[in-house]
């Protein structure tokens, strides 16, 4: 079971001589998959543990003033991704005004050295940390023998000649090309919240919706999408198939983004239940409807297009 290690106060004995990537892992994308198994490998030729230090919360999101929504998935979704993949522990470190003036020789000798006893760290070439990032991988190998770290460069290899990055990869969704994000993510890209209560059109037009606000997280292309939803929080295990519509429905004035979901043969109440829903598939961007007719007509083509699209999806 992965430890997560929050408390900067607490005994992390687990974490003196283990393997450790640094990063912050949004998205836990096929890169971040393939580091992480070398994590693990490094750490069992060791007889040691295994484990990665983000940052809590993203630095990014720490100096952004507008707190513009970004992330690829919250930090409890990104937990439990990273849980399943064998890592002895998380370690969550606090991103606050006092990390972010840290000085590279100081995060290095108080934080990696004292603090966790970190013996061997896998970054990429172009990792930077430390006071105005002015940290770079050369100076945390020549600093690390200092104190007994052992400083390893690990190169992501290219997806079909793409980069994989979670940058990358938030273009990508914010484009509508979910197919190749999902790629380079290896699962589908999904959106968790809460069902709200909404004004019930889509009840109204003969296809009820669940609500769900996006939180801090990267807001997709405006349009409707293939998905498979999931009732998190309920015994309910089955996956559904959805059309998923993702904007500000401008057919009825509204401005505020959310997704609404068409749950295929679904009637159950799941008001304040969490679900997640999959992108599978973008189908058509969004659309002002000049009439609610042409809206049902419309909704009646994407549903039969999205359960055509959905029938060679494993569940």
């Given amino acids: 079971m992965t430890q ?10 687990i974490t003196f001589g283990s393997v450790v990537a640094i990063g912050n892992f949004d998205g836990v994308h096929i890169g971040h998959q393939s580091l992480i198994k070398l994590i693990i490998e490094r750490a069992k030729s060791k007889n040691s543990n295994s484990g990665i230090l983000s940052f809590e919360p993203h630095p ?20 439990k991704k990273l849980s399943k993949t064998g890592l002895d522990f998380i370690i969550e470190f606090p991103f606050n005004k006092s990390v972010a003036n840290m000085e590279p020789s100081t995060f290095i000798e108080d934080i990696l050295h004292e603090k966790f006893g970190i013996t061997h760290i896998i970054i990429g070439q172009d990792f930077k940390f430390g006071k105005a990032r002015s940290g770079n991988a050369d100076m945390l190998k020549k600093l690390g023998k200092t104190f007994g770290i052992k400083v390893e460069i690990f190169e992501i290899k290219k997806n079909r000649n793409l980069n994989i ?12 090309e979910v197919g190749t994000a999902n790629d380079l993510l290896g699962s589908c890209h999904s959106v968790i919240g809460k069902v709200q209560k909404g004004e019930q059109r889509g009840r109204k037009l003969g296809f ?18 293939a998905s498979r939803v999931r009732i998190l929080n309920a015994h309910d295990k089955k996956i559904y198939d959805g059309a998923t519509s993702i904007g500000t429905r401008p057919t009825f004035g509204i401005n505020h983004p959310n997704l609404e979901v068409y749950i295929f043969e679904f009637d159950k109440d799941i008001y304040g239940l969490e679900i997640e829903v999959e992108l599978n598939f973008f189908v058509r961007s969004e659309i002002t409807f000049s009439d609610t007719k042409a809206l049902i007509r419309q909704m009646e083509e994407d549903c039969t297009q999205i359960k055509e699209l959905l029938k060679g999806v494993k569940k």
């Fill in 208 to 225: 009820p919706t669940a609500n769900i606000q996006f939180g801090k997280c990267i807001i997709p292309c405006f349009g409707v999408y």
């Fill in 165 to 176: 990055s979670s940058s990358r990869i938030r273009d990508l969704i914010k484009t509508g």
């Fill in 60 to 79: 990014r999101e720490f100096f952004d003033k507008q707190k513009q929504s970004f992330k690829l998935m919250s930090t409890e979704s990104r937990r």
């Fill in 4 to 13: 997560i290690i929050n408390d900067m106060n607490a005994d992390n004995t």
